[in-house]
Antibody, heavy 118, light 107 residues
Framework: EVQLVESGGGLVQSGGSLRLSCAASGFTFSSYWMTWVRQAPGKGLEWVANIKQEGSEKYYVDSVKGRFTISRDNAKNSLYLQMNSLRAEDTAVYYC???????????WGQGTTVTVSS | DIQMTQSPSSLSASVGDRVTITCRASQNFSSYLNWYQQKPGKAPNLLIYAAFSLQSGVPSRFSGSRSGTDFTLTISSLQPEDFATYYCQQSYSSPYTFGQGTKLEIK
């Protein structure tokens, strides 16, 4: 079964750091771009970052540039999001997703919740 | 960044109705446009990719179309399980922005 499972969310103070993980199974992880998407409480979806198969290309939304770092370990079938200098507006459910045809997102994890307290 | 303006933001309809949701892009690009359905407390689910292509396993009552910078999701005959929130997303240019969402409710 193709599956993505996020972990690492929690409650953190403003200015703190958190590292999210996404464990992939059931497909050849190293063959796909991977993406993080977030959703603030009661709000819509926001694309956060993505990373190429071997990690050589990474892209970010402006609001997280310089604070968040996306990375991957293909040997461990894992995707990561290192989040530093966290702000209240980073509070959200964070989803990892697989980039498929035409960069659509065809497989999603269940999400992990990040709460930043001010 | 490419902005995606989705309308309407909410919509009330009945089972059996035909429904259309539109996303207007701030600039023209090729058909890198995707549609997702999200139910409360769940991750989004891919419905349509590349503006027109139905994702495997998605019922054929869902379809996508394009006219210039306007992209449309049509549900031909609403079923009870279709009441959810729908999002468009452009995947042409990073950041791959989403529309604001359309909440489809039962009339």
């Amino acid at each position: 079964e193709v599956q993505l499972v996020e972990s690492g969310g929690g409650l953190v103070q403003s200015g703190g750091s958190l590292r999210l993980s996404c464990a992939a199974s059931g497909f050849t992880f190293s063959s796909y771009w991977m993406t993080w998407v977030r959703q603030a409480p009661g709000k819509g979806l926001e694309w956060v970052a993505n990373i190429k198969q071997e990690g050589s290309e990474k892209y970010y939304v402006d609001s997280v540039k310089g604070r968040f770092t996306i990375s991957r370990d293909n040997a461990k079938n894992s995707l990561y999001l290192q989040m530093n200098s966290l702000r209240a507006e980073d509070t959200a459910v964070y989803y990892c997703a697989r980039d498929w045809g035409w960069a659509s997102l065809d497989v999603w994890g269940q999400g992990t919740t990040v709460t930043v307290s001010s | 960044d490419i902005q995606m303006t989705q309308s309407p933001s909410s919509l009330s309809a009945s089972v059996g109705d035909r429904v259309t949701i539109t996303c207007r892009a701030s600039q023209n690009f090729s058909s890198y446009l995707n549609w997702y359905q999200q139910k409360p407390g769940k991750a989004p689910n891919l419905l349509i990719y590349a503006a027109f292509s139905l994702q495997s396993g998605v019922p054929s009552r869902f379809s996508g179309s394009r006219s210039g910078t306007d992209f449309t999701l049509t549900i031909s005959s609403l079923q009870p399980e279709d009441f959810a929130t729908y999002y468009c997303q452009q995947s042409y240019s990073s950041p791959y922005t989403f529309g604001q969402g359309t909440k489809l409710e039962i009339k």
